[in-house]
């Protein structure tokens, strides 16, 4: 169990993006910066209402693709239609590892998974793979000889520039076999950069998002098979017809599922 003395007055990632989702694993600090953020962008609660729709369309599609191995890095606070759950529903066999460094994320998802065979919680830092990747629970769960899905969902703008998020991206996929898949979200500016950056201006200063476009985000992947329809709003990556309508006229991120490929075969013609 993590004991690590947490800080009841400073609002987190994951705890705020629980309370917008509904959830009751958040503190005052949080339900306090996630109403700064409706009053400046109003179509927040539905844009992450949207990017958890996509997770679940994403997973299903790699479940489709019969991935049976699951990384879930910067996965927040395991919740209710989390992927452990549309996992279970399709394959109860399959493998998921939710990691993150948040407090309360880690300790909910002990409680939560400590006694599942399936599915485990590891408390690291997603910007350092090794850590991620040599963790206890990653080990026991996961064999990278065979594909796995590794979501990145509403994570990568917390990697800023220095973070080198090109570099730990690869980090990831080097060690994937070949049909595995990385599903990626984002944060942008490029759909509408005026409520974009009203988010920015509400956010504490110690740790303001990274803001990037497709074009940066995609040059991360590109040695990587990028599925249809490529990178778009999360509420426009294959909506389904039983989905709720959650577009907004002012999207927020975009997500993009690309999968890993065989390397070239060597040219075996004889000089």
């Given at each position: 169990m993590i004991t690590r003395t947490l800080d009841l007055d400073r609002p987190s990632d994951a705890r705020v993006h629980d309370y917008l989702l509904g959830g009751g694993?958040?503190?005052?600090?949080?339900?306090?910066?996630?109403r700064h953020i409706l009053a400046a962008a109003p179509h927040t609660r539905m844009e992450v209402l949207a990017g958890r729709d996509c997770m679940r369309r994403m997973v299903r599609t790699c479940l489709d693709q019969g991935i049976r191995q699951f990384l879930d890095l910067g996965s927040g606070i395991p919740a209710a239609g989390g992927p452990h759950e549309i996992i279970a529903e399709?394959?109860?066999d399959a493998r998921v590892v939710y990691v993150d460094n948040e407090q309360i994320a880690a300790t909910q998802g002990e409680l939560l998974l400590g006694g599942s065979g399936t599915a485990a919680m590891v408390h690291a830092d997603v910007r350092d793979p090794e850590t991620v990747l040599a963790a206890e629970g990653t080990r026991r769960l996961l064999d990278f000889d065979q594909p796995v899905a590794v979501l990145m969902l509403g994570v990568l703008h917390l990697f800023g520039e220095h973070h080198d998020p090109g570099e730990v991206i690869g980090r990831y996929t080097d060690v994937l076999a070949p049909g595995s898949f990385l599903a990626l979200s984002h944060f942008?500016?490029?759909f509408a950069p005026e409520p974009a950056h009203d988010v920015l201006a509400v956010l504490p200063d110690c740790a303001p998002p990274a803001i990037r476009d497709r074009k940066t985000v995609l040059a991360f992947v590109e040695d990587l098979e990028l599925l249809e329809p490529g990178a778009v709003p999360v509420a426009d990556w294959r909506p389904e017809p039983a989905d709720a309508d959650l577009r907004t006229p002012e999207p927020l991120s975009f997500a993009l599922l690309a999968r890993?490929?065989?390397p070239p075969r060597p040219n075996s013609s004889s000089v």
């Amino acid at each position: 169990m993590i004991t690590r003395t947490l800080d009841l007055d400073r609002p987190s990632d994951a705890r705020v993006h629980d309370y917008l989702l509904g959830g009751g694993s958040n503190f005052a600090a949080d339900r306090a910066l996630a109403r700064h953020i409706l009053a400046a962008a109003p179509h927040t609660r539905m844009e992450v209402l949207a990017g958890r729709d996509c997770m679940r369309r994403m997973v299903r599609t790699c479940l489709d693709q019969g991935i049976r191995q699951f990384l879930d890095l910067g996965s927040g606070i395991p919740a209710a239609g989390g992927p452990h759950e549309i996992i279970a529903e399709i394959a109860p066999d399959a493998r998921v590892v939710y990691v993150d460094n948040e407090q309360i994320a880690a300790t909910q998802g002990e409680l939560l998974l400590g006694g599942s065979g399936t599915a485990a919680m590891v408390h690291a830092d997603v910007r350092d793979p090794e850590t991620v990747l040599a963790a206890e629970g990653t080990r026991r769960l996961l064999d990278f000889d065979q594909p796995v899905a590794v979501l990145m969902l509403g994570v990568l703008h917390l990697f800023g520039e220095h973070h080198d998020p090109g570099e730990v991206i690869g980090r990831y996929t080097d060690v994937l076999a070949p049909g595995s898949f990385l599903a990626l979200s984002h944060f942008t500016d490029e759909f509408a950069p005026e409520p974009a950056h009203d988010v920015l201006a509400v956010l504490p200063d110690c740790a303001p998002p990274a803001i990037r476009d497709r074009k940066t985000v995609l040059a991360f992947v590109e040695d990587l098979e990028l599925l249809e329809p490529g990178a778009v709003p999360v509420a426009d990556w294959r909506p389904e017809p039983a989905d709720a309508d959650l577009r907004t006229p002012e999207p927020l991120s975009f997500a993009l599922l690309a999968r890993t490929v065989p390397p070239p075969r060597p040219n075996s013609s004889s000089v």
